[in-house]
């Protein structure tokens, strides 16, 4: 028999293999679940064949490594919740991505559609969070007007985007991610 993986070693683990299927069965008690337990043994045993050492018992080395794949698997088990009806896993579930990135992409197109006084407006009061002073002291206006400013820049949004109320953003965790607007002005 070789150490590296040689016929010796192939035609060895072939000839063991219905001792390690009577193992794994008396294991599990299962036997599909043996055959797996099987599977997995040999394919650790191969891809590990370097490290056996030739001369030793390969029969023993095998029935440790399966014994060793059973335990773990039993300890993972442990950890695992039974969902026979799916219920956990429901309410595990989350929506996908896919329309928070076209939405986002389409908020972008729209928000270049706004004049630039209005959009910096928004973009100063409601994406980097400045009050209406801050704002106004920035663009060297009134307060008043920027407070005007912001008006129409979200009247126009909604309209560009063809919102009518809060109902149409979805879910409401996605809004509660604090997805944060890049302000640099090689965006626009």
């Not at 794994?24 to 045993?45: F, I, M, W």
């Not at 994406?127 to 002073?133: H, L, N, R």
Request: one cysteine or more.
């Amino acid at each position: 028999m070789t150490a590296h993986g040689g016929l010796d070693f192939q035609a060895e683990l072939v000839r063991i293999l219905p001792n390690l299927r009577a193992f794994a069965r008396s294991l599990s008690g299962n036997p599909d679940r043996a055959d797996d337990l099987v599977q997995e043994a040999v394919t650790k045993a191969w891809r590990h064949r370097d490290s056996f050492i030739a001369g030793t018992n390969l029969k023993a080395w095998l029935f440790t490594i399966l014994r060793n794949v059973y335990l773990s698997e039993l300890r993972k088990r442990k950890r695992e919740v039974e969902d026979k009806d799916g219920s956990m896993a429901e309410r595990l579930s989350v929506n996908g991505e896919q329309s928070g990135h076209m939405d986002m992409m389409d908020f972008m197109a729209a928000l270049r559609e706004l004049p630039t006084d209005q959009r910096e407006a928004l973009l100063l009061v409601g994406a980097e969070g400045y009050a209406y002073e801050e704002a106004a002291l920035m663009c060297g206006c009134a307060v008043g007007t920027i407070k005007s400013r912001v008006s129409r820049a979200r009247s126009r949004l909604a309209e560009l985007l063809g919102v009518d109320s809060v109902a149409d953003f979805g879910d409401a965790s996605a809004s509660s991610m604090g997805t944060r607007i890049e302000t640099s002005s090689d965006s626009f």
